[in-house]
């Protein structure tokens, strides 16, 4: 008991946040976003390697996933979208580190999703964002009626597929949540993202997932030339099997006419728009990936 009569035991609110503030800690550790590259040696070819290493193997090999899961934050943003997306648990962690820790290293932009069908990662990311007191705005674009025409043999989806969504049922608990900052926008992407980016200003950060050829292509040739310097350009379907025609957009769009290489390869293919400066030699990622500490 203290000399006040009070005993030393912190309240149980006092215990949450200092549980909450362990556990940021330590994603901060495993994603090492204290260590300094005052010189950008982790920049090679447009893009920060060390990030993107530390990023993935974290997810795929290490405990980053599990930590990130207790993390109270993440916890009240997954249960509001679980039943919501078809976006897999690393996916949603690799979203919730770019918006929490990556994106306020960024100049201001927007978030914007191509792709949102029943509009799971996109609630998450405007959750995150309000929560974080972010300036960003999440801007959902989708037909929300299902695919639009796809081309056979390139695309493996068909017209109509992903047809099972609401957006009135979208916009109804979007304003029972308070997400004032989430922008739902219908129609096809040839229809609304030239107006859309002509009012909403740059983009820190695209989140491409809309699984057939020609939406895909659409998408990146339209945002890249808005994206703040190092933006974050997010593809969720070319490595899945069922997207080769979103694949074949990187090689051909990215790759041979950008000349992008990529900053992350698991759970998402991700490119830095425009590329960051920085040297041509790789840094030495000793110590980071399967069975290390990292």
């Given amino acids: 008991m203290t000399a006040n009569g009070k005993t030393g035991r912190k309240a149980p609110n006092d215990l949450g946040k200092l549980q909450e503030r362990l556990l940021v800690k330590k994603q901060r550790?495993?994603?090492?976003?204290?260590?300094?590259?005052?010189?950008?040696?982790?920049?090679?070819?447009?893009?920060?390697?060390?990030?993107?290493?530390?990023?993935?193997?974290?997810?795929?090999?290490?405990?980053?996933?599990?930590?990130?899961?207790?993390?109270?934050?993440?916890?009240?943003?997954?249960?509001?979208?679980?039943?919501?997306?078809?976006?897999?648990?690393?996916?949603?962690?690799?979203?919730?580190?770019?918006?929490?820790?990556?994106?306020?290293?960024?100049?201001?932009?927007?978030?914007?999703?191509?792709?949102?069908?029943?509009g799971g990662s996109a609630i998450l990311m405007a959750f995150l964002a309000r929560q974080l007191g972010l300036e960003a705005r999440v801007y959902a674009l989708?037909?929300?009626?299902?695919?639009?025409?796809?081309?056979?043999?390139?695309?493996?989806?068909?017209?109509?597929?992903?047809?099972?969504?609401?957006?009135?049922?979208?916009?109804?608990?979007?304003?029972?949540?308070?997400?004032?900052?989430?922008?739902?926008?219908?129609?096809?992407?040839?229809?609304?993202?030239?107006?859309?980016?002509?009012?909403?200003?740059p983009v820190a950060l695209a989140h491409v997932d809309c699984d057939i050829e020609s939406a895909v292509r659409y998408a990146y040739d339209t945002v890249r030339e808005r994206m703040v310097p190092g933006g974050y350009v997010v593809f969720d379907d070319p490595l899945e099997s069922c997207c080769l025609g979103a694949f074949q957009v990187v090689e051909e769009c990215l790759v041979a006419r950008d000349g992008l290489l990529a900053e992350q390869v698991y759970p998402h293919l991700v490119y830095r728009y425009p590329p960051l400066a920085g040297r041509t030699t790789p840094p030495d990622v000793s110590g980071v990936g399967p069975g290390s500490d990292a």
């Fill in 142 to 201: 989708d037909t929300f009626e299902g695919m639009p025409e796809t081309a056979a043999v390139v695309d493996w989806h068909k017209q109509g597929d992903f047809a099972e969504t609401s957006l009135a049922a979208l916009e109804t608990y979007r304003d029972e949540l308070g997400l004032d900052n989430l922008h739902f926008v219908k129609g096809r992407f040839e229809d609304t993202a030239e107006a859309l980016f002509g009012r909403i200003g």
């Fill in 29 to 118: 550790a495993l994603l090492r976003l204290d260590e300094p590259d005052p010189d950008g040696a982790n920049i090679v070819k447009g893009r920060n390697m060390m990030e993107g290493y530390l990023r993935g193997s974290n997810i795929q090999y290490g405990d980053y996933v599990r930590t990130v899961a207790s993390d109270p934050l993440f916890a009240r943003a997954y249960a509001l979208v679980k039943d919501l997306t078809l976006v897999s648990l690393p996916k949603l962690v690799n979203l919730y580190s770019l918006v929490r820790f990556y994106l306020p290293r960024l100049a201001p932009g927007q978030i914007v999703e191509f792709g949102s069908y029943r």
